[in-house]
């Protein structure tokens, strides 16, 4: 789990962020500006890698999911974004401890998506209970295009969701908007079991 955290959280950003120096460092002769404006966007990246690392070494989960849980993890995670994103969770309880934390590194890796691939203007994130699984959408009315076959981080999300018997679904086409939904299984937070379904 702390393999697959760091692999979809700090260090998909820092791959991304060395990348990024590279071109920076390719067009620092024939466009100093466009060089320094790349430069400043991989500082912010670098804040936000130590916020993740920093948030990993206090316990593999961000506190602020420990301590109070999806909506104000995802509503802290939602700030980051570089467009406007409305969060709602709708669930009954917490679910158990690692199928919170699956949910709130794929919401992360989704909008740091939106952020640095979608051109969106607004992007939304919605998450509820319905009988025995946990649902995630999360949406732009970006550029679409987004791929799970392409090698991206896509990939090493579905797989993740796929170990755990969840589910990955991305409706994106060319011209937008995208739309990825995710399930989860339904775990009780105190006994570790999936609740019954509702009737």
């Known amino acids: ?19 990024d120096l590279g071109l920076a460092k390719e067009k620092l002769l024939e466009d100093p500006e466009a060089a320094a404006k790349m430069v ?7 804040k936000v890698a130590l916020q993740e690392l920093r948030d990993l ?10 301590d109070r849980g999806l ?29 919170e934390g699956i949910a709130y590194f794929t919401v992360s890796e989704l909008l740091q998506n939106v952020s640095k ?11 509820w209970h319905s009988g025995d699984r946990l649902m995630i ?3 732009d009315d970006g550029q679409g295009g ?10 090493g999300l579905a797989e993740r969701l796929d170990s755990v ?8 086409p060319v011209g937008g908007p995208t739309m990825v939904t995710a399930e989860l299984p339904w775990r009780d937070r105190e006994f570790g079991t999936q609740a019954a379904p509702r009737r």
């Open 146 to 155: 987004a791929d799970v076959s392409s090698g991206s981080g896509l990939a």
């Open 165 to 172: 018997d969840g589910l990955f679904v991305v409706a994106s």
């Open 57 to 66: 070494a206090r316990g593999i989960h961000p506190a602020i999911l420990t």
């Open 137 to 139: 959408q999360v949406r």
């Open 117 to 127: 691939h979608s051109r969106a203007r607004t992007a939304s994130v919605d998450v």
């Open 40 to 46: 400043g966007e991989a500082h912010g990246e670098v």
């Open 71 to 99: 909506d104000a993890a995802l509503s802290s995670v939602a700030t980051r974004c570089t467009v406007p994103v409305s969060v709602t969770v709708d669930l009954p309880a917490r679910p158990a401890e690692a199928i």
């Open 1 to 19: 789990r702390i393999e697959r955290d760091l692999h979809d959280g700090a260090q998909a950003r820092l791959v991304a962020l060395a990348m």
